[in-house]
């Protein structure tokens, strides 16, 4: 079956302890992008990545850093976590970007964060 | 102003009506826009791409105006499990990697 699979989907911690979130995806998509979603923002994204080892900021990118070792992973690093990054935090992933094109973004679950 | 704005709602609308929402965007040189559908605190999905002519997908209607800069989004015959938020996504102008969520409209159908 075709998905993005982030874990864990529910994650309570502590301000400062370091956490990653993982993301993958089966479909052999080249485009992969984590965002978070807090009420009244809707959708803001954090990092996206074109392809292997190409990584790039959105447009809330402060207190995170994301790698892209291999194609169907691309998880999400808090270094140090902060309250501020209390969010549900939402990985996708599509086939690829060209310029115009319409490419449909396919969601993972989504991981609930607290940091207390 | 917002790069996409959409009218929160909550629509509440009765089984078999049809209802309409808009979104505005600010940026004209805009290429792309969809509609993705979320149910409460689940993940995205996608609805229906907007094309320029417009196009239809069974009861969903969807159409651009690039003149005014707004795309819509009619649901004919309402049914209870149309009962979501509908976001409004368009594209960053020249980064097709970048997209940029509506913070959605909530429609409730009810019987």
């Known amino acids: 079956e075709a998905q993005v699979t982030q874990n864990p989907r529910y994650l309570i911690t502590v301000t400062g302890k370091k956490l990653t979130v993982t993301c993958s995806q089966n479909?052999?998509?080249?485009?992969m992008s984590w965002y978070r979603q807090d009420p009244g923002l809707g959708l803001r994204q954090i990092y996206y990545?074109?392809?292997?080892?190409?990584?790039d900021k959105g447009d809330v990118p402060e207190g995170y850093k994301v790698s892209r070792k291999e194609k169907r992973n691309f998880p999400l690093i808090l270094e140090s976590p902060s309250p501020n990054q209390t969010s549900l935090y939402f990985c996708a992933s599509s086939l690829s970007w060209i310029q115009g094109a319409q490419e449909t973004q396919y969601f993972g679950p989504g991981t609930r964060l607290l940091v207390l | 102003r917002k790069e996409v704005e959409q009218d929160p709602g909550p629509f509440n609308v009765p089984e078999g009506a049809t209802v309409a929402f808009n979104c505005t965007y600010s940026n004209s040189a805009s290429q792309s826009f969809f509609w993705y559908r979320q149910d409460c605190r689940k993940e995205p999905k996608l609805l229906m791409s907007v094309y320029s002519s417009g196009n239809e997908d069974g009861r969903f209607t969807a159409q651009l105006n690039r003149a005014s800069q707004y795309i819509s989004l009619l649901i004919r015959d309402s049914k209870l499990s149309d009962s979501a938020t509908y976001l409004c996504?368009?594209?960053?102008?020249?980064?097709?990697?970048?997209?940029?969520f509506g913070t959605g409209t909530r429609l409730q159908v009810t019987l």
């Open positions: 996504v368009v594209n960053r102008a020249g980064t097709a990697s970048k997209l940029t």
């Open positions: 479909m052999n998509h080249e485009y």
């Open positions: 990545s074109m392809n292997v080892e190409v990584t």
